[in-house]
């Protein structure tokens, strides 16, 4: 019951009016941070630090809290209206998005990314706030011989989403685990897989920056070749009216 309390507590605290005020100006910025393609939303909290400091500790904690999660939700609007994922975690959603938004159903898309982006979030923050502390025992307790198990689970999963692409799947986990030991040795400190004694790869090659080269360089190629329905797209209106 004192996690309740607790929760109580909080919620009285939030719905202050500053508190209210410091969340809607946190989420419009993150809005603008997250769609700009390299920026995203870890990079957009480091930035806007030094303005907490005009604000309580609490109200500071809330407005990075809203810019961190409005960054989150950013990231689909670039990757669903140009095809560059602003933030790693919209890659997935320009998979799907990009062609909607092509048919011109660019206000679904949208719209679609917003509700799956508040829904995961409160159910994430419900089970976060309420298994951390059991799990945080268990993750504790994780070695090599766990460690090693669930990336092959996650291995295995990928291929058995694969469908006939079985092969394809392989060779580009097999790509992605040579791009991710590239950089220094944790162990060692030796440098690993430097191509041509890059200083730049020393640190390892960021997949933030790999994702928006992949996409964004291929999807500026194709559109100057084709016209893929960027006309259809630019009447899309976006309205919660037409979604329902």
């Not at 909080?10 to 989420?27: E, K, S, W």
């Not at 016209?227 to 899309?236: I, V």
Request: aromatic share 10%; proline share 5%.
């Amino acid at each position: 019951m004192e996690i309740l309390g607790l929760l109580y507590d909080g919620f009285l605290i939030a719905l202050q009016p500053l508190n209210i005020t410091v969340v809607i100006i946190g989420v419009i910025v993150g809005l603008f941070i997250g769609a700009m393609p390299g920026l995203g939303s870890v990079n957009g909290v480091a930035i806007l630090l030094p303005m907490t400091f005009l604000v309580p500790p609490t109200s500071a904690i809330i407005f990075l809290a809203a810019l961190y999660y409005g960054a989150m939700y950013g990231g689909a609007i670039s990757s669903i209206m140009l095809g560059i994922p602003g933030a790693s975690t919209a890659v997935a959603t320009t998979f799907d998005g990009r062609p909607l938004a092509l048919k011109g159903l660019a206000d679904k898309a949208l719209i679609t990314a917003a509700l799956a982006s508040f829904i995961g979030g409160t159910i994430s923050v419900i089970l976060f706030t309420g298994f951390a502390p059991p799990l945080a025992h268990i993750a504790l307790d994780f070695g090599d011989y766990e460690i090693f198990a669930l990336m092959l689970l996650a291995f295995a999963t990928f291929v058995g989403l694969s469908g006939d692409d079985i092969p394809k799947t392989i060779f580009s986990i097999c790509i992605g685990l040579v791009f991710s030991a590239v950089g220094l040795d944790i162990m060692s400190g030796e440098p690993r897989l430097v191509f041509f004694d890059i200083i730049g790869f020393m640190h390892g090659i960021n997949f933030l920056v790999l994702a928006i080269g992949i996409y964004g360089i291929g999807e500026m190629m194709w559109t100057i070749e084709t016209n893929r329905g960027d006309s259809a797209m630019s009447k899309a209106v976006l309205s919660l009216s037409g979604f329902l």
